[in-house]
């Protein structure tokens, strides 16, 4: 097993880990997205309340759901951003998280992505928001 964790970037001083109030959540999810900006696209606003400097990651959730039903969703990924409303997607502003890829039947597909390149091997993620490390 494979740790993708890179020790080189320690936590900064104003995100200590006992500061952060971190919450579980637990179940099954067809989908999940990190956005620091609002759009992915041109005409698709994935992450409505996203802003660049706020020092947050807005978190996209999907809950397990129809197939029917995740189309649904994922066709009203446009510029209104109104899938938000649907009741299995959870969208919430973190400072940091984790996120763990669990299979829980035998044969279960999971797949883990970065800016669309697949992760293979890894099953965990861990990032925290830098805020203000960066001038330009």
Partial sequence: SSQYRDKSLEMSDDLKQDELN???????????????VSHITTDCKAAPWAHLSDGCCDLILIRECSRTKMAKILLELDEKGSF?????????KVRAFSIEIQAQKQNAFSLLGLDGERLLGCTSIDAHVMQGMLNI
């Fill in 84 to 92: 938000i409303k649907d009741p299995v997607v959870e969208y919430r």
């Fill in 22 to 36: 971190w919450q579980t959540i637990e179940g099954n999810f067809m989908f999940f997205m990190i956005c620091n």
